[in-house]
Each structure stands twice: as C-alpha cells, then as structure tokens.
C-alpha cells in the first residue's frame, strides 16, 4: 500500500504538453511541405525560421517556392490551427458545463444559425457581389441561435443545464427547418449551401486568420482560465454553489465564450463535425477527466488534427478537394463508436 | 450563541407551500437534528438554511448576515453542506474531490496550494480512509463515499455543517462511525451541525435537540425524550412504536399490525 501523503492531486503533465506541442509543429511542417508542387522540409523549416526576429537564418527556397509556403500554405495551415483549437476547446466548455461527454460546439444551435443565416445570403446576394458576406452572416447567425437558445432556455424559472439543452435542441429543429424550406424553394443554391456546410478552407488567406485570431486568443484565454472552475462544475449546480463558485454567473460566461469561438471558427470554416466531440474525448480516455487537463490539451490536439484533416481532404483525391468536414465525420464517426464500445457504461 | 437562525421561514416548491412559518436556531458545537416523515419538507429545510433556496418569507441569519445576502464564496466559507445523493463525477479521484471542498480558500482561477492538498490528505486521514487518496471515489463502498463526502465538506472549514439524510445508505457499524465523527468534530472545533435523520433513536441519540417537521411546520422541539413519545410517533408519523427508556436516550422499537403479530 503507499503511504497517502504520496498521492498527488490530478495536474496537466509536461509530457502531455510537449506531445501536443510536438503534434502541432509535425501539422505544421507536412502542412507546408506536401501538396501539388513538394517541397523539401529543410527548406520550409529554414524559411518558416527566417520569418522570425532574431534568427537571422537565410531560407533555401527559391522565390516562387517562398511564395507557396508564406502566402498559400501557411495562411490555410495556420487558420487550420486555429480553427480546430477554437471547435476543441468550445465543445470541451459545452461538454463541462452542461455535464455531458456527448454535446458539441453546435449543441446550442450554432451551426443551424450559421446554416440558415449563410441559405439566406446565398439565395439573396447575386453572384455579383460574391460570397463577402458569408463569414459576417455566419458568425452573426451562430451568435443569434445560441442567445435565442439562451433566452428561451429557462423552465420553471430557472436555466438549468437541462433546459438550455432541450432549447438548443428546440431551437436546432426550428432553424434547420427553415433553412430546409428555404433549400427546397431555391434549388439552384443547393450545391453552393452544401458546400459551405460541409466545410472548407479552400480559400484562406492571412486575412481569415487575422479575423480569427483575436477570438483565439480572447477565448482561450478565458477558457484556461476556468479550467479548474469547470471541475467544480462537474458535482451539479447545487453543490457547486455549496462550494463557492456563482453558478449561473459562470454558466453565462463559459457558455458565451464557447459560442464565441465557434462562431468564430464556424464563420471562416462552415461546419466541421466531430473535432469538437472526438478530441476532448480522446484527451479523456488518455488522460482522465479533469478539465485542468481537458481544455489546455483539447487545444493542442484540436488544431494538429484539424490541421492533418485539411492536409488529407487537399491531396487525398488531389487535384480534387474533399470538404473537410467529410474527412472529419469519416474518421470521427469510427472513433466515436470504437469510444463507445471501449468505454466503461456511463461513460461515454 | 446562535451561529445559524432561521426565523418565519416559509417555502414553496412548484406552487406548493412545502415550508409553512418554520424558526430553528443552532448555537456553535450544537447539534440539531431535524426528524418528520416523508414530505415533512426536511430536506428543503436544510436547502433553505443552505442559502440555496430562497425563502418566500422569512430569512436565515448567519453569524447576523441574511444568507442570501452573502457572496456565494462567503457563503461556502461559511455553511459546508453534505446533501443526501451528492454527484460523483466521473473517475474524479478521492483527493480531487475533497480538494473541491477547498474552493471556497482559493483564488477564483487558481488552483490548490501545497496547503490545500495537505489539509485534504489530512481530512481523508481524519476521517479513516486515508489509504483511499487515489482511488476514483466511484470504486470506494457506501461506508467509504460516505467519509468522503463528510471530508470534502469538512475541507471547506465552515463553522456550520449541514447534513442531509448522512447515514441513510449505511450499515449500522457506519452510522455509527459518520456520527461519532462528526460528533468529535463538532464537541472539538464547535462546529455548528443541522442534521436530517431518518432513524429516531440514531437522531435522539447525538443531537442536543429534536425538531419534528410535519406538514411544512415544526410540531414538536426539544430534548430527544420530549419529542420521541409513542403518541407523538403515532400522530405525525402514522407509527406504531414502543418508546423504550435506553441507557443513553429513548429508544423507538416498531410493532407489526395488530393480528399479524404471532
């Protein structure tokens, strides 16, 4: 038997750390490298290291090639990164605060917000004016059904975890079918609102990254934040209240946080599914429950997969495109059942 | 002293009046137990004192400050309540979840200090399942969780202890055991306790006063051979008891119904 006194409380191991870290710089660098013209690592890690201060190291790639990996390349890697550490990190928040392993970032009606607000753009803009609006139309539309679910989501006087739940649900049905309808009377934008609900990151340039990167940073810094908040959490309202945390105060915070980055990420990307699902879970089953351990590696490994995943959905069928939200539910969907099936009952 | 008064409390649930006008006042190292049948509204009694329903009338005065008035902090360094089914997340280990119990001592976005953890360790050696500091506490028996919960709220250093049904899923070695704890506990550090109880002569047995809830309302108060009397029991609980006079208080023994009895 040990002695107690060496059992020590649950924290976020370095190894964790430094293999999430490590997993993000192999995204980056085949990012960079493999694709339609290859390029040889050496050269992309010496021009990546040229761009920062202080390195004074001399890139060996020629100008063109330059051009492929800094204005290309990178831009789409980088919003890949972002844009899965934004969709991990919020359905890790989602799944702590509402105390349940199987919700993700859209569970509110996000996506059906997103989704209804991009048809109407779609069906209203003529394809003169283009798809300028999208990013705003989505970001706005993900907002609005997470607040409308937000505001109806009170039974018997109080929000509870449960009935913010049953609102998103409430909330998902009654957008999507409005969307559908509006699909169905505009048939000639059906392929353009497919293909921007399946996903994409088809068209990125520094300035989508730019556009996310705040809310990055403003979310994930709030997120970590409450990482140990999100623990307490965990025992219900009640005793959470009993022990000192401001429920309802916290609920609101973390659940327009969570919102926030995946309206964000939903605006430059369409709807990814599973990332936000199957990477907290996985970070789960490796690591144990804690969300001081959830959130930070959630981050991680929510942008080196998202990341991987475009890397296949552009040369998989290259010189064809995969969305990439079909690379994600066709890899997500087999590891959510093999979760399933491997998890103790009640678990997952 | 009272550290704990609750006066005029009245209480509804759904539109139904479940509290009806009830006052309780518990002084530091005073053990109060509060008794009554199903729906008597004892477990809304102790979520009142928690601060964590509001009353429709009255209020409930801590060390002279209304409850609902505190800070939610304040009020988790102040009142430490153990309710009847706590959730147990899963695969928390047993030190994490006492250490919740430090929440109220840390900075809203820090995390436990070297201290904490070592009053944690020291609680959970406290109260016998040291050894159990790194199991999940899903894996720990009844007897175990129960300890465990009592160690959380202990971790919390709250001079008021509520506890709500503490001993109902436990053998009558553990009921024994958890009392004994808490009354050491209570006689050592004059921790204000409010108990509810299922078992009579358990309740009669550690609280220095009885107080019967029976249609929202207290209908009896006092020392335990005051409350727990064959009429009383008959009246409030539909019960048909033998009140025996034991060593260390009264002891409440059930009949079968008249005929079935060999």
Redesign the interface.
Known sequence: MTHPAAVAPTVLRPRWVVGGVVAVAVALVLGLTVGAVSLPVSGVVGELLSHLPFVGSKSSLSAPQAAIVTELRLPRVVLGLLVGALLASAGACYQGVFRNPLVDPYLLGAAAGAGLAVTVVIISVTAATGSAGLPLAAFAGALGAVGLSWFVGRAGGRRSAASLLLAGIAITSFLTAIQTYLQQRNSDTIRQVYSWILGRLTTADWGDVLLVLPYFLITAAVLLAHRRVLDVLAVGDEEAAALGVPVARTRLVLVATASMATAAAVSVSGLIAFVGIIIPHAVRLATGSSYRIIIPLSILYGAAFLALADLVARTALAPAEIPIGVVTAFVGAPFFILVLRTSPEGRA | MAVLAAAGIVADL?GARILDGVDLTVASGGWVSIVGPNGAGKTTLV?VL?G?LAPREGRVLVDGDDVRGL???E???R???V?QT????????T??YV???R??HMP?????SSDD?GR??GM??RLGV??L??RSVESCSGGERQRVFLARALA?EAPILLLDEPTTALDIGHQQEVLDLVDGLRAEQGIAVVSTMHDLTLAGLYADELVLLGGGRIVERGPAEEVLTEETLRRHFGARVSVLPGAHGPVVVPHRAPGKAG
Request: aromatic share 4%.
């Open positions: 759904g979520r928690a964590a800070r939610t902090r009020r988790a360094r009142i430490a309540l309710p706590p959730v147990i997340p899963v695969g928390v280990s030190l994490d250490l919740l119990g929440t109220p809203f976005f820090g995390s436990e953890v944690a360790h959970l050696e040291g050894a500091a790194g919390q």
